[in-house]
DNA sequence: AATGAATGAGAGTTCATTCAT
DNA sequence: AATGAATGAACTCTCATTCAT
């Protein structure tokens, strides 16, 4: 019980830090100081600053997982079920926005971290699997373009969740817009099924 | 001569440096190491490493702000010209992986260094004339949405560029696919054309 | 029974452990994990990492004590009772190579374990009494000189013995020559006996 | 100048300290306390514990060298210039205690630091050139054996010499006899001569 | 008789920076 | 204008040991 909570504890905190400050800017001590515990007991649960780093990693992963699988999207038209995966998506990456740092911090390692986990690497990769049904079906009833395929439309459906945790800071900075300003929510959250129904629902121009 | 030469090497090292491993986990030791000079140097001109970094950032941002200005779409059609600046920005964007890079950077350390920045604050906001003349011609004749402004379509395109290099290596990791595999690229650099375009062109859905 | 058997195997392991790596140098995790009970138990049986190396020394000492006491040569001449000897600690100390190193390590101590002990303490310095007869055998009968005592003869047998494992590595390291290469035994073996009768048998050249 | 002169400080502390405690149980620490220096000046000059540890080795070693050079046997007997090779090692050993407790040190360690230095592994062999002629003339005028090369020679005045520095304390505590004992000196040093010219003076007595 | 969970103190090492010329 | 030498502060991690049952 005590165990538990405690390992949670941590982690919980060094999310907090690796998602503040990437994992080089993040401090065993600071994560230390605001726990409950001591320094000891990080290491004594997770061994090293980079096993802990994973284990956080792992757990922000299983949570979009999770809400990715949740999506109920059978009754949906494909078009309806892809604004509703885009919306959700959103909807995540913006209300959990160390996920996305986290992400940025992994990438700046090269995804050293993940590459070694293979439940974030199996269970994240099949996640892939709700948006192949809905393309299909749209490209069956003559409703999608048939050249885009599901990584595709993942690919621009978290490019554009992700760009606004990931880049807020600097947009903001430059255009003086809060990309999660909750007055623009609404709009961005309409926006991003507009895009990608719009997208799919084009015939394409290149090469025609 | 001898000086700026030396200072640009010490900054194109630098930016290598940063772009690789994030503020934190750069070494100004490493940096002086691949440099034809010293870590003393490095201190001479420019003091420190928020310094340094800042220098590298603002060299960067130049860079990009000058291919921003240099597309020349006024005498395309509204929608050639928005795919054009989505290509644009795309090609900039994956041929520049650093610039990416340092921008994630940056947004981990929350645009710390950027807000310092005059020159960049002021060039790249005024970079989104250009979209906002097009899309306001766009809008003129009907072809175009109204509730989407420049700085909308601006954060999609980047979204969609910035992804493919920002999010590389998780995807790849997870997916298997490297976005900015060649020969994934002409089709990708289509796809941000057909988005962009598609999404201007369609009706809102949301609030119908 | 179980009790006995886990204490000698936690001993076992731990006199490898403090053989290999000296004495603090050696981990007590590292013991704990090559047994077959827990990290927990070694301190319940051996109360701290002092005491466990005091244990282990004991044993040894107790070992070589009981080589040294069987050792037959009171039907031989006092030269080959010299040789005998001589032999029979080469034969030791080469073929349990262990002891020399826990000696090496208890020396670095300053043989602060040693002094702790009054079984090691009494029961070999009373194996000396062995070669306080032969040496007054032979001395009587006039085959050995007068001016070396048991300690001393002790001293050369020891040094020659010690000295093939105690200096093994950096020997190998700097000549190319293992000492305790088996082809060389015979030889290495042999030569211990020669010297020690030698010397005993030899007039004294110093102050002559 | 300031600068040999800190280096030359840390080496002198640092002998003292690995002398005393071994390897492992040496502590960086320490020798800094003991330093006019701080621990930083340690890893600035030496990079490592280990690597300050081989310099530490290789200064010792190359002084034990330069002993072994400086004897001059040109114009002695065969059996007097191994008396006098044997002496000056006694000298040393027994002068110069650090020596020989870095090297029982260094094998417990298995020669791990020694392996890595070209100095110590060139100079130090070439060491037994000066033994393999002395030994060659006394082969020659028929005083010596001749199944007993240089390096076995060198290795039985090792040994005797090594001893009494190596197994000083255990000895001491057993047997209550401190082989260091000044007046205990002129006697071990006759001895060792005795000892190494009556073996090779001697007629092998195994395998007759 | 036996043990899983927890830990205080200190280890070696790294980092951006400044001193002094 | 340019630089080699030096460094304080902080970092990640380890170790023998004890608490609590």
Redesign the interface.
């Known amino acids: 019980m005590t165990t538990i909570t405690t390992q949670q504890d941590i982690l919980d905190v060094a999310t907090a830090e690796f998602a503040a400050?990437?994992?080089?800017?993040a401090r065993v001590d600071e994560i230390a100081a605001r726990t409950r515990t001591t320094k000891r007991m990080i290491y004594y649960y997770f061994a090293s600053k980079d096993d802990l780093y994973l284990a956080v990693l792992e757990r922000a992963y299983a949570h979009i997982r999770a809400v990715e699988r949740d999506v109920r999207v059978a009754e949906l038209s494909p078009a309806d079920a892809l604004?509703t995966i885009a919306e959700a998506t959103y909807d995540h990456h913006t209300t959990h926005q160390e996920f996305m740092?986290l992400?940025?911090?992994?990438?700046?390692?090269?995804?050293q971290h993940?590459?070694r986990s293979p439940t974030?690497?199996a269970e994240?990769?099949s996640a892939?699997g709700v948006l192949e049904q809905v393309i299909a079906r749209g490209v069956a009833t003559g409703d999608f373009r048939d050249?885009?395929d599901a990584?595709?439309v993942?690919?621009?459906i978290?490019?554009?969740a992700?760009?606004?945790v990931?880049?807020?800071?600097?947009?903001?900075?430059?255009?003086?817009?809060d990309?999660l300003d909750p007055a623009l929510q609404?709009?961005h959250?309409?926006?991003i099924?507009?895009?990608i129904?719009?997208?799919m629902?084009?015939r394409?121009?290149?090469?025609g």
Chains 1, 2, 3, 4 share one sequence.
């Open positions: 400050h990437g994992f080089a800017g604004r740092r992400v940025s911090t992994e990438n700046i390692l090269r995804a993940l590459r974030i690497l994240n990769s892939i050249d885009v990584l595709d993942h690919m621009m978290s490019a554009y992700c760009f606004h990931a880049n807020r800071h600097t947009f903001d900075a430059i255009f003086g817009r990309m609404p709009a959250r309409a926006l099924g507009d895009m129904v719009a997208t629902t084009c394409a121009r290149t090469g």
